[in-house]
């Protein structure tokens, strides 16, 4: 073969591959596009006009939850907030009301009973507007699975999939017939983690990053969309439940609860099924990818070590 067609013969190659990445792209923006155009995020114009759409805010009492439930409300949403310490959201619903005059209801139930899940399925049967359901309802636990208490691993395997398999099931149809619809499931950045000392959470953490993001595909075209919200360290009241203080996290990685909602939206704007807000947290999940197995079972350790457990 002479040098002249070998060239041209490469040249072939490299249009052809520049053709099918240009192609890929240019689906990729229409898809977005289309999903964008369908978001109930972007009808401000609707929300205005007072017809406003519900949002419903597991795990609202607090952290995360009320950052969403309190974002929601200054969009124009009428939150039903959901958690089980009753007076925290009977406050922030007073709250909510008084400063966006939004409609807001409360369910105080215990997810992690089966009680619970049906009297916030009810919820959802009754309300024939749901633009949004955040799952976000959560606890962190840590320590060796062997030596742990068995009744919390199976609360949270209720709490972290379950109640969020059920709600969004249970969410979804009505949604579908709207051609409209939001579910972010809030997993953690854990769910590229597997690491010592925290089986269940980070087991439960994946189930609700991988069922999120096959759903949003099996979503695509109908107006719905899924995001499953992956953060890293939130300073929240999860810190103490988790009992994780002991870990000194600095302060510069510790982002604010209203910073990721805030990332949450933008991703969602951007129709990502997998929202990691914060660059460094960005960098670690696509790390994850690419990282020798044995160096993250060696962190899993380091960290053990360093909480004495
Ligand atoms: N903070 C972080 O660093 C971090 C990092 C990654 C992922 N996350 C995830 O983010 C989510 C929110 O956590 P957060 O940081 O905002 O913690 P948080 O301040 O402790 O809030 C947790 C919320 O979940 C509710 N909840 C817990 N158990 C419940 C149950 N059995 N039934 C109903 N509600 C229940 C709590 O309300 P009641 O106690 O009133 O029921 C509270 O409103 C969790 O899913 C967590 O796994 C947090």
């Not at 490299?14 to 923006?29: Q, Y």
């Not at 200054?74 to 939004?102: E, Q, W």
Request: some cysteine; charged content about 20%.
């Amino acid at each position: 073969m002479t040098k002249g067609r070998h060239l041209e013969q490469r040249r072939g190659v490299w249009l052809g591959m520049g053709l099918v990445t240009g192609l890929l792209a240019g689906l990729t923006w229409l898809h977005r596009e289309r999903a964008r155009r369908s978001s109930p995020l972007l009808r401000r114009a609707e929300v205005q006009s007072g017809k406003s759409l519900t949002a419903l805010v597991t795990g609202a009492s607090s952290g995360i939850g009320q950052a969403y439930a309190t974002k929601l409300a200054a969009m124009g949403y009428n939150p039903i907030l959901v958690a089980r310490r009753k007076d925290r959201l009977d406050s922030l619903a007073s709250d909510l009301t008084d400063i966006y005059g939004v409609r807001v209801s409360v369910v105080p139930v215990d997810l992690a009973t089966d009680a619970g899940i049906a009297a916030v399925e009810q919820a959802i049967a009754s309300t024939d507007d749901l633009g949004i359901l955040v799952n976000n309802a959560g606890f962190g636990m840590y320590g060796p699975f062997a030596r742990g208490d068995i009744n919390r691993h199976l609360d949270m395997i209720r709490l972290h999939v379950l109640a969020v398999v059920r709600l969004t099931r249970a969410a979804l149809p009505g949604m579908l017939a709207r051609r409209r619809g939001i579910v972010i499931n809030v997993s953690s950045l854990i769910a590229f983690y597997p690491i010592y000392g925290s089986t269940t959470y980070t087991a439960t953490k994946c189930y609700l990053r991988s069922f999120t993001e096959a759903l949003h595909q099996e979503l695509a075209g109908t107006g719905v969309r899924a995001q499953s919200l992956c953060p890293g360290f939130v300073r929240t009241e999860f810190q103490e439940c988790a009992d994780i203080q002991s870990l000194a996290i600095p302060d510069g990685l510790c982002m604010s609860a209203q910073d990721v909602v805030a990332g949450s939206l933008r991703d969602l704007a951007a129709d990502r099924p997998i929202s990691v807000p914060g660059p460094v947290y960005r960098f670690l999940a696509t790390l994850s990818a690419v990282l020798p197995r044995p160096v993250i079972y060696l962190a899993g350790r380091v960290i053990a070590r360093q909480r004495g457990k």
